[in-house]
């Protein structure tokens, strides 16, 4: 089954990347992109009730509507295991509560290499 990665950011070129390296890396994959947390929080909903192979979130911190740190707590109340990455260009500006809510930090932009490695680890053997 193809894995599916879910990726909530407001800026349009972070999709447009974050999709060719997850392509790249993984092959066959579905990135599903959305643009706000409130989008974010709808769409996991629609891809849980699918029975989607969501294997792993990755979610901007400022956005429009809803935060990252709001989205990741609301997934972690109807999943507690589930793979969800905090992104953002200042991380030492996110509450210290909400950073403990994910399953781990990535700094904008994106280190290549660090993304590839967490793409590897929750994505493979799908």
């Known amino acids: 089954m193809v894995p599916t990665i879910l990726y909530v950011d407001d800026v349009e ?3 447009l990347l974050f999709t ?3 392509k790249t890396v ?3 994959v579905t990135v599903v992109s959305v643009y706000d ?3 974010g929080i709808s769409k996991y909903n ?3 009730a699918e029975g989607a192979p969501l294997k792993v979130v990755f979610t901007d911190y400022n956005m429009p509507n809803k935060n990252g740190g709001q989205l ?3 997934i972690r109340e109807k999943d507690k295991d589930l793979a969800i990455y905090l992104c953002s260009a200042d991380l030492g500006a996110v509450p210290l509560e ?3 809510m994910a399953t781990g930090l ?3 932009p994106f280190n290549k290499q660090e993304l590839e490695a967490i793409l590897r680890a929750h994505c493979n053997g799908q």
Do not use: C, W
């Open 13 to 15: 070129q972070f999709h």
């Open 20 to 22: 060719q390296v997850a």
């Open 26 to 28: 993984l092959g066959e």
């Open 37 to 39: 947390g409130e989008q």
């Open 46 to 48: 629609t891809l849980r």
């Open 72 to 74: 990741i707590k609301e």
């Open 98 to 100: 909400e950073l403990q």
């Open 106 to 108: 990535l700094d904008k």
